[in-house]
């Protein structure tokens, strides 16, 4: 599914905004250990951001990038804008950039995700955050993760996710380490715990 189909009026499936979170036999590399939020699925697929997957590239380089500033304005960068999360948000069009986003900012171009969080991939997200007029909660992802139509509901089917209610303080947590676990924390489970299950089945 592709990022084009992601629009307001696209019809809404049963895991719009839930959280898939890939199971400890994940065999994968792509996807082992991995955190996703589906921000939309339909017949026609679906797609969704890691987000516990770090990225190297900064908002500076970002910025660089994009010729919205230059090398002395990057040095004078303040410490917000300098450390603004960015993270690998999945193999798919990997030098695209995605802002998730609370819904305090909104452009003609913003889509939404649920009734608290919304998407957009155009400058004008980027400018606002380079000139502090940003969403009080954001975070980049270059990337996405997609599937194609029926694939994911395989995948599940052969119990390669889990999935449950996303939470908003969780896709916007900074803190990528341990958020694995914190998130099969949500199904009041442990990777341990599903490790030895499946080693029963």
Same mark, same amino acid.
């Given at each position: 599914?592709?990022?084009?189909?992601?629009?307001?009026?696209?019809?809404?499936?049963?895991?719009?905004?839930?959280?898939?979170?890939?199971?400890?036999?994940?065999?994968?590399?792509?996807?082992?250990?991995?955190?996703?939020?589906?921000?939309?699925?339909?017949?026609?697929?679906?797609?969704?951001?890691?987000?516990?997957?770090?990225? @190297?590239? %900064?908002?500076?380089? $970002?910025?660089?990038?994009?010729?919205?500033?230059?090398?002395?304005? *990057?040095? /004078? #960068?303040?410490?917000?804008?300098?450390?603004?999360?960015?993270?690998?948000?999945?193999?798919?069009?990997?030098?695209?950039?995605?802002?998730?986003?609370?819904?305090?900012?909104?452009?003609?171009?913003?889509?939404?995700?649920?009734?608290?969080?919304?998407? @957009?991939? %155009?400058?004008?997200? $980027?400018?606002?955050?380079?000139?502090?007029?940003?969403?009080?909660? *954001?975070? /980049? #992802?270059?990337?996405?993760?997609?599937?194609?139509?029926?694939?994911?509901?395989?995948?599940?089917?052969?119990?390669?996710?889990?999935?449950?209610?996303?939470?908003?303080?969780?896709?916007?947590?900074?803190?990528?380490?341990?958020?694995?676990?914190?998130?099969?924390?949500?199904?009041?489970?442990?990777?341990?715990?599903?490790?030895?299950?499946?080693?029963?089945?």
């Amino acid at each position: 599914m592709g990022f084009s189909t992601l629009t307001s009026d696209r019809e809404r499936g049963c895991l719009d905004g839930q959280f898939l979170i890939a199971m400890p036999s994940m065999t994968d590399t792509n996807f082992a250990r991995s955190v996703i939020y589906i921000c939309a699925h339909t017949s026609a697929g679906a797609m969704g951001f890691m987000i516990n997957r770090p990225q @190297t590239v %900064t908002f500076a380089d $970002v910025l660089l990038h994009l010729n919205l500033i230059d090398q002395t304005d *990057a040095i /004078m #960068l303040p410490d917000q804008t300098r450390n603004f999360p960015i993270q690998s948000g999945g193999p798919v069009e990997s030098g695209r950039g995605f802002v998730l986003h609370s819904e305090d900012y909104h452009s003609d171009s913003s889509i939404p995700v649920s009734e608290d969080i919304l998407l @957009t991939a %155009t400058l004008d997200i $980027v400018r606002a955050i380079s000139d502090g007029r940003g969403p009080a909660r *954001a975070t /980049m #992802l270059l990337g996405y993760a997609g599937w194609g139509p029926g694939q994911l509901e395989r995948e599940i089917a052969n119990n390669d996710w889990l999935n449950c209610a996303a939470s908003d303080d969780l896709i916007f947590d900074t803190q990528l380490s341990d958020k694995y676990d914190r998130a099969l924390a949500l199904l009041g489970v442990s990777a341990a715990t599903l490790s030895s299950e499946a080693g029963h089945a």
